[in-house]
T-cell receptor, first 111, second 113 residues
Framework: QKEVEQDPGPLSVPEGAIVSLNCTYSNSAFQYFMWYRQYSRKGPELLMYTYSSGNKEDGRFTAQVDKSSKYISLFIRDSQPSDSATYLC???????????FGSGTRLLVRP | DTGVSQDPRHKITKRGQNVTFRCDPISEHNRLYWYRQTLGQGPEFLTYFQNEAQLEKSRLLSDRFSAERPKGSFSTLEIQRTEQGDSAMYLCASEETGANEQFFGPGTRLTVL
């Protein structure tokens, strides 16, 4: 069993929809939680970073962490075709330390 | 500053050959990480540096792999006697210690024939 599980998708939604992306994890030592976006043949780009439990909002993006359930989510409001990419969750046990990634969810936003 | 750069972007080699990749981090970032990503998977940690010191190596990093960061600036990753299973995207990331924001380069795509 992988430390971080993520549904690979693909997830196809119409433009303007609210998108929900999720990851579960098994290691309770994870303290830092990130979401990265990766376009095809490019390096990952950091979208959101959250420490411990709670919510964080940045524009159209909201990240949620529920440590009691070992579950994290990323919500995208008013999705755009330019949001079409692979979304990777990542976690770390310590500050400025190696990241453990999920396998990524491929998102397609249809115009 | 234009971000993390990696060279080459693509490398095709024959099995058994040695290859070396270079990563130039964002200036003033003292942490540098190497990851490997295969198709349909997330990046997997290989190793990381604090300045010139290599602090941790993954079990994925066999004896054929070696990484250096000689002056605490750029880093190289060498793979000796390449195997077809080494075919992957090799990603470099840099970070200012304590910032919890790893910035990734575009990656080097390695194909071993």
């Amino acid at each position: 069993q992988k430390e971080v599980e993520q549904d690979p998708g693909p997830l196809s939604v119409p433009e303007g929809a609210i998108v929900s992306l999720n990851c579960t994890y098994s290691n309770s030592a994870f303290q830092y939680f990130m979401w990265y976006r990766q376009y095809s043949r490019k390096g990952p780009e950091l979208l959101m970073y959250t420490y411990s439990s709670g919510n964080k909002e940045d524009g159209r993006f909201t990240a949620q962490v529920d440590k009691s359930s070992k579950y994290i989510s990323l919500f995208i409001r008013d999705s755009q075709p330019s949001d079409s990419a692979t979304y990777l969750c990542a976690m770390s046990m310590d500050s400025s330390y190696k990241l453990i990634f999920g396998s990524g969810t491929r998102l397609l936003v249809r115009p | 500053d234009t971000g993390v750069s990696q060279d080459p972007r693509h490398k095709i080699t024959k099995r058994g050959q040695n290859v070396t990749f270079r990563c130039d981090p964002i200036s003033e970032h003292n942490r540098l990480y190497w990851y490997r990503q295969t198709l349909g998977q997330g990046p997997e940690f290989l190793t990381y540096f604090q300045n010139e010191a290599q602090l941790e190596k993954s079990r994925l990093l066999s004896d054929r792999f070696s990484a250096e960061r000689p002056k605490g600036s750029f880093s190289t990753l060498e793979i000796q006697r390449t195997e077809q299973g080494d075919s992957a995207m090799y990603l470099c990331a840099s970070e200012e210690t304590g910032a919890n924001e790893q910035f990734f380069g575009p990656g080097t795509r390695l194909t071993v024939l």
